[in-house]
Structure formats: C-alpha cells, structure tokens
C-alpha cells in the first residue's frame, strides 16, 4: 500500500517530544506539511531540526501555542488556518489516589485532554467538510477502557474522547471527513519513563524497570513490553490515508493486546 499525503496539511498537537513527533515523522515522510505543536517556540524550533533529520525535504510549520487555551487555538489557527489531518495528541497523565484528586484536578483533566480537542475539532471541522475532505483523529488510551484505580481522572478523559469521536463522525456524516480514535497502549516514551519510576524502584535499570512495570501495573498487555510511538503512528498514518476512506466513527486500537476484547 502506497501512502501519499502530498498536499496535505496536518496539525498534530502536542508534538515536540513522545508519540506526538513519532506521528509527526510518519506524517511528513508520507508527503505531508505538518505543524509542530509545542508551548515554547525553543522546544517547538528544535523539535523541527530534529524531525527534519527524520524525514528530509519534508515542510514543518511551527505551531508555538498552548493549545489547551483559547487564545492557544487561536493562535493555531493564525499559524495554521487550513488543516486537512488533525491529530489531537496532546495529554497529560499522571497516578494518583482517587481519593486525593481535587475538584481542580478533575477539571483540568477535563480542559487539558477533551475540552482543548472537542475546540480544535469545532476550529477545522467546517473547512474540511467544506472541502469535501479531511481526518480526525483523537489519541486515546487503553485506559478509556479499563480504568487503572490509580488513573481514574485520566480514564475518565480518555473514556470521554471516545464519546466525542463517536459523536463528531456523526456530525460529519457524509461530508468525506472521517474521525476515528487511536486506542494506545502503554508507550516507551520520555513520560512514560517518568510515570513508571513513579511506580516502581528509581534505583532498576530501565529495561528491569519496564519489565516489573508491565508485570505487575500491566499483566494484561499481550506484548510484555512497552509499544514503541512509531508503532501507534503507523496507525496514524493510515487512517490519515485516503485508503481509509471507509473507516469513521471507530475506535481503532494499538495497545499491544490490552484491552481484553474482541472488538476493537
Ligand atoms: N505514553 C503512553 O504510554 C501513552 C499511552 C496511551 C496513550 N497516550 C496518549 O498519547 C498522547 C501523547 O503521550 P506522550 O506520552 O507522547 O506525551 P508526552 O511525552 O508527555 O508529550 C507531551 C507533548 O505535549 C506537549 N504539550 C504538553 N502540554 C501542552 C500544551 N498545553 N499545549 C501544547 N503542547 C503541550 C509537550 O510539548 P512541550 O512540553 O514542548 O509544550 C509534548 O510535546 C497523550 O494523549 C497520551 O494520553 C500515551
């Protein structure tokens, strides 16, 4: 299968580190122009030199904005005002006791990872349809689907991203703009590897580390290891594909066999 996104223009949110720039790279190699979204223009400047050694002769717009505002939208949407793929990838994720999370927390788990897509989405959703194309895509979590005692703030956002994905392809029924989610499992990225010290003895080697963390926090993973971000992008990709012209309204999963189902 040939990919070609020539002509394309994407925004993926949150995007100078982890799995954002993993999509971001599978974007731009596919032919894509992607923006890179990131709250300092330094992080964002840099994470372009990066990802221009990845994919070479790819065009990169810096996206400088906090995105979880509205005046980050905004300033978005001045720095990028047509998007053809959007890749809402940024969130935040952290353990906590149930008990212990505040009022506040709730909310911000709210704004930082639904409220600041659902925006983003209402931004670019009209210019796609009105062009008769477009892709949508919201990064979930297994976590949407079984809820870790220890993440109940965080499952409860991922669950509700779901809802909304469901709800926006709806909305798009017909136009040729598609909205799906990407169910990712747990990922080796840099916050990762500070979630799973969190949990686990700082003094393990990473590799030790990974492997008492899946044992015990992630028994159910099929895989046993850690899924690497270019894994979850290549599933980015396709759905940003014009091949996946058929697929909306899904929840499409790449979580290592987590999630014990059978449906996606
Ligand atoms: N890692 C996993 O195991 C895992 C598993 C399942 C799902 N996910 C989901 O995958 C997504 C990415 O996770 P990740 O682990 O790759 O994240 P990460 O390594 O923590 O990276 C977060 C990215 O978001 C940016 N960012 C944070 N707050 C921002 C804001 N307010 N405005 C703009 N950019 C902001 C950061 O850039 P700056 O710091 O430069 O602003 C950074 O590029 C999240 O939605 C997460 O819930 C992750």
Do not use: C
């Amino acid at each position: 299968m040939q990919i070609d996104l020539s002509g394309r223009t994407a925004l993926v949110t949150g995007s100078t580190q982890g799995i954002g720039a993993a999509i971001a790279t599978g974007l731009a190699r596919a032919g894509a122009t992607v923006g890179i979204n990131g709250r300092s223009g330094d992080r964002v400047e840099e994470a372009i030199g990066r990802l221009r050694g990845d994919a070479p002769g790819a065009e990169f717009v810096p996206v400088t904005a906090d995105v979880t505002t509205e005046e980050g939208a905004r300033r978005a949407a001045e720095a990028l005002p047509r998007v053809d793929i959007l890749v809402n990838n940024l969130g935040i994720f952290d353990s906590a006791d149930p008990l212990e999370i505040t009022d506040d927390e709730w909310r911000r788990y709210f704004e930082v990872n639904v409220l600041a897509a659902v925006r983003l989405v209402r931004q670019y959703l009209p210019g796609m349809s009105g062009r008769g194309w477009g892709r949508i895509q919201n990064i979930a979590s297994d976590s949407a689907v079984v809820i870790p005692a220890e993440m109940i703030h965080y499952g409860m956002s991922k669950t509700a991203l779901l809802a909304v994905t469901r709800g926006f392809a709806k909305q798009a029924a017909g136009t040729g703009v598609t909205v799906n989610s990407v169910i990712a499992g747990p990922t080796h990225t840099g916050g990762v590897e500070d979630f799973v010290y969190g949990l686990v003895d700082r003094d393990l080697a990473w590799d030790e580390a990974q492997r008492v963390f899946m044992r015990e926090y992630r028994p159910q993973s099929l895989i046993q290891r850690l899924i690497e971000p270019e894994e979850i992008a290549n599933m980015v990709v396709y759905l940003a594909s014009d091949q996946a012209s058929a697929t909306t309204g899904g929840a499409l999963r790449v979580d290592g066999g987590y999630v014990d189902s059978i449906l996606p």
